[in-house]
């Protein structure tokens, strides 16, 4: 479940819940309306990613790829957002977010999983090319420290393309990933008001952070209009508004 060992060994004195996380991260986002739905109290760790303050030596030993978000709960670690949320929900058991039904459970984790696979070819590509172009691009310095600490190839390889500038190619390609995506969301949410049986879960606090950021990126929601329905009802939570809103208004 995402659970690591870090070489900074001050968070394994923690006590309680403590998030590392950023305003404008979807990953984060989607980890502070869990533990709003749960009405968990936790300690912020907040790091502006636009000011590089992931990139430390102190960051990188707690999460090894200096991403957010990471929690520490009683000294343990977990990192990837999926596994974060996942523990949460499996730790702190009420409200559950996840069906009773086994198939219904495997298609929740299956848009958990989705998520992560497509967030750094699609999702980061997508707003990156079409928001962010030009204005997180690293200092030859930044690069350098960044890379001495990054082990992970695909982010390595990922943020040289943003110095370089994405190309036009790769932006097209990662919207064709978003559109299959959000089809077969919208193709669910015609006879259902979740993407998994008739339950509010893990895979729609999943998702409604990708749609509240690709929206402030332009892409273009007006083609599935049961999305948009459904991303409605969700920005009506009490979670939604205290775990994205109030730590990004607007995106």
């Known amino acids: 479940m995402g659970i690591i060992t870090p070489s900074n060994k001050e968070v394994t004195t923690f006590k309680g819940l403590h998030l590392y996380h950023a305003a404008l991260s979807n990953c984060a986002m989607r980890v502070r309306m869990v533990l709003e739905e ?3 109290p936790w300690e912020s760790h907040h790091l502006d990613i636009t000011k590089k303050e992931h990139i430390t030596p102190e960051y990188f030993g707690i999460n090894p790829n200096g991403v957010v978000p990471t929690l520490v709960h009683d000294g343990v670690v977990i990192i990837e957002s999926d596994d974060i949320i996942d523990y949460i ?3 702190f058991t009420e409200p559950q977010l996840r069906p009773a039904i086994e198939q219904d459970l ?6 958990l999983k989705s998520a992560v696979e497509i967030h750094v070819t699609g999702v980061k590509t997508y707003i990156y090319y079409h928001k962010m172009q030009g204005k997180m ?3 030859e310095e930044q690069k350098k420290a960044y890379e ?3 082990t992970n190839e695909e982010l390595i390889q990922f943020h040289r393309n943003c110095s370089a500038g994405i190309s036009q190619e790769e932006a097209v390609e990662a919207e064709k990933t978003l559109d299959s995506f959000f089809e077969k969301a919208n193709a669910i949410l015609l006879d259902s008001d979740w993407l998994v049986g008739d339950q509010f879960t893990l895979a729609d606090i999943t998702w409604v952070p990708l749609h509240f950021t690709l929206a402030g990126a332009g892409y273009d929601f007006d083609r599935y209009p049961a999305v ?9 939570r009490d979670s939604f508004k205290k775990g994205v809103l109030e ?5």
């Not at 495997?106 to 848009?111: D, L, T, V």
């Open 137 to 139: 691009t690293q200092s």
């Open 89 to 91: 929900d499996q730790t």
């Open 38 to 40: 749960k009405n968990l």
């Open 106 to 111: 495997e298609r929740m984790y299956w848009w």
């Open 148 to 150: 001495k600490l990054q």
């Open 247 to 251: 730590w990004c208004p607007t995106f």
């Open 228 to 236: 948009q329905a459904w991303a409605g009802r969700l920005r009506e």
